[in-house]
């Protein structure tokens, strides 16, 4: 008999997502904040969406600012002071949290950076969402520094001189750049129409470029859960409150102060064309802003093969479609003359590998004779048929009483190291590649019970695994599993790398259970499968 | 955990969020000069004179030029490059030669300058060359300027409003 070790489908591949000591810290962090906030709450799992949040926090409070801003030199400074002392109690919160919504905007965005990078979310079939976020960085820079032109006090006065000594260095722009903000009447009503016009229109730009970056995520999660979304309002109207955003002395084009107070989210920049040059700032921003843009490729990684169709499983169904995780599955018409209209077709380049699809396909079913199972969209460095050999293998080799097959997952607690005689694992590259009738396959072949595991559901490397696996087993997403599997002998228990203790606590749980009421001997379908075969060692 | 720790640990994070956010919206404040120190800029924008003079055309060279290019006046249209020295309290700050905009050289030069100075009394000596025919300087200007902390010193080179402008 041919031995199939059981190992984790992408062992070869280095799957596994990243686990540096910056991901460990993050993940610390993470699970710390999964205690306090819950994890479908956990403001570290949902940066993007918290950005979006304060997008729009900015936005409103902004559109209550422009009704009372008057954008002429004269008037721009004095109706921003009425705004913050003649109704403090509104205009000026407004202002205030206009001002903190838009630095928190910064520090998620760099954060939900910081935790891409360290999770190693940054190659291969991440390309796109990686390469999309870069452009926002500046966007969302040249968004705020135009909305601290406006106020027109002395830090202002500071900023758009340093801007244009800055862009000065251009070859475009050239040393006179600087003499519109040198003589006072060369600013005039028009430069702060455009400041004006900038400060809606790069905002709007950020949007675009915003909406650019989810375009290949199934999903995208934009709306925080409710009660962070509203905690964090309240924590910057508080904020607000204690210590409410004020101006500094008119700007005074005869006068440079001493130090102005700098917003270190945004103006951070601002300091280097003085303490380096001009031309060092620019050669820094754009070598980084290269570097950082490329490294999806300096990366080298392998990636594994993308996801295949067999046109001849496929139904056109699109439940793979439904349930791919980063649209790498479209509906197209079908070119094969079958009359089911469509059939999946996968995009190599969006393809993570996940296997989630091969789990929501119905052809994904082991109770087959066929002696090479194949399905409609499979995974070909794990096909189906092959995860059937190795399950069968693993049944024939269980031995004892309360025998267990796990599901696991490459990227959470590592399962292979529970496997023993009574137990056998199977590390899938995502716990929703397991087809539901996988488990049913198990239990009748000779398992007296399964466990699935896998990362946490907002914690799944790959968005959704999780998340389907347990509403298909639950039954309200198809595939679903049958009724007649008996669910005291089902158990699904999510588990992080760093869950494995508790995992093997569960499984011996299980097992322990288990051992008091033994499975009747059922047909085991792995020998029905066989019968065909006699005769052919 | 019991929900008391829960909303602790959420209140410790908000608290932290706010601070953090709070603080560095403004804080710490970026020194930009020194406390007794003033601000001496220099920015102009100014062409400098034609390199060379218009000058006739011989007939020969005439017939050799395409029939829409026969002007009889060559008029060079290379602008001599802006020299600027400056001297604070007679010790050499710039002496920086700026040359002119534009693919043939025809355009303005413009120059910008910034230099943290002392406060206090000092005299200023601006020298201004437009003109490559003119050996030395064909502008200058000399002043005492009493600079106070945080103030701008600006000079400026205008020939129509009498030269180096110092304010
Ligand atoms: C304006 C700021 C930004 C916003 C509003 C934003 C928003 C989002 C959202 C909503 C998601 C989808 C999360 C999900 O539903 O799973 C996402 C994913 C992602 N973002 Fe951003 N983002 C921003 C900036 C950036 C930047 C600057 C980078 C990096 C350069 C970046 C890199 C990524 C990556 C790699 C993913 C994919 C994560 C995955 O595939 O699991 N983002 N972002
Ligand atoms: S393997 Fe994952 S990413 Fe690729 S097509 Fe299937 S579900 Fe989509
Ligand atoms: S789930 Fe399977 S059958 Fe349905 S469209 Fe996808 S490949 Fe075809």
Redesign the interface.
């Known amino acids: 008999m041919q031995t199939r070790p059981i190992l984790a489908a992408n062992d070869a591949l280095g799957r596994a997502p990243a686990r540096g000591a910056a991901a460990r810290a993050f993940r610390a962090a993470e699970r710390a904040l999964d205690r306090a906030f819950g994890p479908e709450a956990n403001p570290l799992r949902q940066l993007g969406a918290l950005a979006f949040h304060l997008f729009w926090i900015v936005a409103a409070t902004g559109a209550y600012l422009y009704v009372f801003f008057d954008t002429s030199l004269a008037g721009a400074y004095e109706s921003v002071e009425a705004l913050t002392a003649g109704q403090w109690w509104a205009g000026g919160v407004m202002r205030s949290v206009h001002r903190y919504a838009s630095d928190a905007f910064v520090l998620v965005m760099l954060v939900h950076l910081a935790r891409e990078l360290a999770h190693g979310r940054f190659r291969g079939f991440r390309w796109f969402s990686w390469l999309s976020g870069v452009p926002l960085l500046w966007l969302a820079v040249a968004a705020g520094v135009t909305g601290y032109w406006l106020v027109w006090d002395e830090l202002a006065l500071f900023l758009a001189v340093a801007t244009a000594e800055w862009f000065g260095w251009l070859p475009g722009f050239g040393a006179a750049l600087v003499r519109n903000f040198l003589f006072a009447e060369a600013v005039s009503d028009r430069f702060f129409s455009l400041v004006v016009f900038l400060h809606i229109g790069v905002p709007l730009m950020l949007l675009l470029g915003m909406w650019v970056h989810i375009q290949r995520i199934t999903r995208p999660q934009t709306r925080p859960e409710p009660a962070l979304g509203w905690g964090t309002l309240a924590t910057l109207v508080i904020l607000s409150l204690v210590r409410p955003a004020v101006s500094g002395a008119p700007a005074d084009l005869a006068a440079a102060p001493e130090s102005v107070p700098l917003d270190w989210f945004y103006l951070a920049g601002f300091p280097l064309v003085y303490e380096w040059s001009p031309g060092a700032l620019w050669i820094a921003s754009g070598a980084g802003t290269l570097l950082l843009a490329m490294l999806p490729w300096l990366a080298l990684a392998r990636r594994p093969p993308a996801a295949r169709v067999d046109l001849a499983q496929c139904n056109g169904c699109g439940r793979c479609f439904a349930d791919c995780p980063y649209g790498a599955v479209v509906m197209a018409p079908r070119t094969d003359g079958k009359p089911h209209g469509t059939q999946a077709l996968v995009l190599p380049d969006l393809c993570a590998s996940c296997g989630i699809c091969v789990g929501a396909c119905p052809s994904s079913t082991p109770f087959r004779r066929a002696e090479t199972l194949t399905t409609g969209i499979d995974l070909p460095q794990l096909p189906i048929g092959e995860l059937r050999a190795r399950l069968d293998d693993a049944l024939a080799r269980l031995s004892g009483e309360a025998k267990v097959v796990v599901f696991g997952c490459d990227c959470a607690a590592d399962v292979r190291s529970l496997a023993g005689p009574g137990v056998a694992a199977l590390s899938l590259p995502c716990a929703g590649m397991a087809p539901p009738a996988f488990l049913e396959y198990a239990l009748r072949g000779g398992a007296d019970g399964v466990l699935v595991t896998g990362c946490p559901p907002h914690d799944c490397e790959y968005r959704f695994g999780a998340r389907w696996t347990a509403e298909r087993l639950a039954g309200g997403r198809e595939p679903r599993l049958r009724a007649n599997v008996p669910q005291e002998r089902l158990c699904v228990r999510w588990a992080a790398a760093e869950d494995l203790a508790a995992l093997g606590h569960e499984l011996a749980g299980l097992r322990a259970t288990l051992a008091l009421a033994p499975a009747e001997a059922g047909v085991a379908p792995a020998r029905l499968r066989r019968e065909p075969e006699t005769g052919n060692g | ?1 019991g929900n008391a720790v ?1 909303y ?3 209140g ?3 608290a932290l ?2 601070v ?3 603080y ?12 007794d ?3 001496l ?1 220099l ?1 102009f ?1 100014h062409p400098g004179k034609v390199k060379a003079d218009c000058r006739r055309r011989t007939p020969e060279e005439l017939a050799r030029l395409q029939p829409q290019f026969r002007t009889e006046m060559d008029c060079p249209r290379e602008r001599s490059p802006v020299r600027v020295r400056v001297e604070l309290d007679e010790r050499l700050l710039y002496d920086d030669v ?1 040359p002119p ?1 534009g693919l043939s050289r025809d355009g ?1 030069s ?3 300058r ?1 230099l943290p100075i002392g406060a206090g009394t000092h005299t200023l000596r601006v020298q201004v060359n437009d003109d490559v025919r003119v050996a030395g300087f064909n502008f200058e200007r000399a002043a005492r300027v009493d600079v106070k ?4 010193v ?1 000079i400026d080179f205008n020939p129509e409003q009498g030269g180096v402008i110092i304010r």
């Open positions: 955990m829960r602790l640990g959420q410790i994070a908000y969020f706010a953090v956010v709070g560095f919206a403004t804080s710490p404040p970026y020194r930009y000069l020194g406390p120190e003033g601000l800029r920015s924008k700026f905009a303005a413009s120059g910008y910034r902390p945080g103030q701008v600006l």
